[in-house]
């Protein structure tokens, strides 16, 4: 009789991984995955995004969170953020009537839940705390040697920003006399730059901590001094970013890109206010968890500002003031944005008409409860049906 083959090195040790991952969970851990599984099934497939998805993203936050065990008030906090990311207005669905049409789902609706979702991962990885200072760094820069690159740097950005003061803060002015260029180039432009000065300012910050080597106070102060310079210059081309943006915006309105630009040069600015402040005070262990708990945040509060309701308003304001409307892009936003177009009433009738026809595609039933179709429903109540036919919508996606 033949004794049967050990398995080879790499399958036993992928089994013991196995067995070791198994041991590892927790008795109920297969039973909550198998719930998670169902409860997807029942509350996403066929149905419109709305308090069902809320309800399962809560839940997988939950499930993971309890998995990974309440260690400490950090662990509670980040498990909370990643739980309220995934149900910004779960709770406030539930008001809605639900035998009523509604629209099918849409990436408008989706899309922030699957960042709620990939943002929990985000958030388990920085619960272990802040970084845990090791042994003392081998010193390989000395004096002169930091000195003399930092300094050229901190020139460098001055003499950038100082040059390009005009083109910085130009403004109107700027773009109108200048040949060739468009406000879209402006704000590229703009853009562009601080994303270079903040990412070398991060990394410049990083290195100099990390391989400076200082002698004394003295030594100490001039480091954090460079430092805390290129901080602020970046602030500065910061602020003329988000300045050629609003020039754009104003002139041609506000789209979810732009939307996102905007936030996404308000958080670069909070990230280089915490690194400055870490500069100024030289204690950065509080830093990879600060900028964690303003990423979630902000996530979250990006969500909760309802963006396409925005983008809806104030187009509809520069509409009143200007006579200028894209309303083939607002027709393409989500319900969310019904309030502005039904308030435009004949002057829109094509982009209400749209909207109303997503509305009615399919009811929502308990499972796609949403807070943004009910008030859209709402709004769009008693607004006529357009009287011509209208064209086909542009392919947004």
């Not at 789902?105 to 699957?114: G, M, Q, S, Y």
């Given at each position: ?36 599984a ?7 497939v ?24 309440w260690?400490?008030?950090?662990t ?23 035998g009523?049409?509604a629209?099918g ?10 960042r ?30 930091w ?14 920003v100082?040059?390009?003061l ?12 200048t ?5 879209a ?7 562009g730059q ?5 990412g ?18 003295r ?22 970013a ?6 754009y ?14 936030a ?14 870490a ?50 892009y607002?027709?393409g ?10 308030r435009?009433?004949?002057r ?12 009615e595609w ?6 796609g ?23 086909e ?5």
């Open positions: 009789m033949t004794r049967p083959e050990a398995p080879a090195g790499g399958e036993a040790a992928a089994r013991r991984g196995l067995r070791a991952a198994v041991d590892a969970a927790p008795p109920w851990f297969a039973g909550a995955v198998l719930g998670l169902v409860l997807a099934a029942l509350a996403l066929g149905r419109p995004a709305g308090l069902g998805l809320a309800l399962l993203g809560g839940a997988l936050c939950a499930v993971a969170a309890l998995a990974a065990g260690r400490d008030p950090w509670v906090a980040c498990w909370l953020l990643a739980g309220l990311r995934r149900l910004p207005l779960g709770p406030l669905a539930a008001i809605a009537p639900f009523r049409a629209a789902t849409d990436r408008a609706r989706l899309e922030p839940a699957f709620g979702g990939a943002l929990a991962p985000l958030l388990l990885a920085a619960r272990h705390g802040p970084a845990r200072r090791g042994g003392p760094a081998r010193a390989r820069l000395a004096r002169l040697e000195v003399l690159p930092l300094g050229a740097l901190v020139a460098l950005f001055a003499a950038f100082a040059l390009q005009a083109t910085l803060f130009g403004g109107r002015d700027h773009v109108l006399r040949a060739g260029l468009t406000y180039e402006y704000a590229r432009q703009g853009f601080l994303i270079a000065a903040a070398l300012t991060l990394a410049v910050i990083a290195a100099a901590r990390r391989w400076a080597r200082t002698a004394g106070r030594d100490e102060r001039l480091l954090r001094g460079l430092l805390a310079a290129l901080c602020v210059l970046s602030l500065v081309v910061l602020a003329s988000l300045k050629r943006l609003g020039l915006e104003q002139a041609f309105g506000f789209t979810r890109l732009r939307l996102l630009a905007d996404h040069i308000l958080w670069l600015g909070a990230v280089l206010v915490l690194a400055l402040a500069v100024v005070t030289g204690a950065a262990g509080w830093l990879p968890r600060a900028v964690v708990a303003l990423s979630a945040t902000g996530a979250l509060a990006f969500a909760l500002s309802n963006p396409d309701g925005r983008i809806a308003e104030r187009n509809g304001e520069r509409y009143a003031s200007s006579g200028q409307l894209d309303l083939a607002l027709a936003l989500s319900a969310d944005a019904a309030p502005a177009p039904a435009l009433g004949s829109a009738p094509c982009a209400v008409a749209r909207i109303r026809s997503r509305l399919q009811p929502d039933g308990l499972a409860a949403n807070l943004g179709r009910f008030h859209a429903r709402r709004a769009l109540r008693g607004v006529p049906a357009p009287a011509m036919a209208c064209p919508p542009p392919d947004w996606s």
